[in-house]
Every structure is written in C-alpha cells, then in structure tokens.
C-alpha cells in the first residue's frame, strides 16, 4: 500500500458526516444525525428470510467501518515509523 492509497483512504474517512455510526434495529446503521444505510431485502419475498441474520452482521460491518479504518491506518502508520519504511 503507498502512501497515496493511505492518503485516498483518510480523505474518504474524514468527509464522513455523523460519525460514529451505530447498528440499531437488527439491520439499520444511524449516525449521530441521520439514517445511513438499511441492509437486507424485501422482507415479503419467503426466499429472502433466510439471510436476516447476514443483515444484522453486515450492518454491524458498516456500522464499525470508520472507527475501524481509523485504527487500522493509525497502526499502518505506527509500524510504518518503527520499520522506516515509506510506502
């Protein structure tokens, strides 16, 4: 990864609006202001039941996603500095 996919990737990141985003309601994923995103189909439809419970995970996904990224780039960048590596 080069230090422009790091920088690509933080600049997503920090146009984020709402954040921290939480999982609310099995499949639905707020952030402090707004609704985000809903995962998962139409619930009439018998063949899609089966996957609800793939719906409360990927929402729980999603829901983390930022914080996640956030720690994973902070360690990209810490073992980065120990290494002396550059990109």
């Not at 499949?27 to 619930?43: A, E, K, P, Q, W």
């Not at 994973?72 to 960048?77: G, I």
């Amino acid at each position: 990864m080069t230090p422009s996919d790091l920088s690509e990737i933080e600049a997503r990141l920090k146009v984020l609006e709402s954040t921290p985003w939480r999982r609310v309601a099995g499949n639905r994923v707020h952030g402090t202001d707004y609704h985000v995103c809903t995962c998962g189909g139409d619930l009439r439809d018998n063949e899609m039941r089966f996957s609800h419970d793939s719906w409360k995970n990927n929402a729980a996904f999603i829901a983390h996603a930022p914080t996640d990224i956030a720690a994973l780039l902070d360690e990209v960048k810490r073992l980065r500095k120990i290494t002396g590596e550059t990109g």
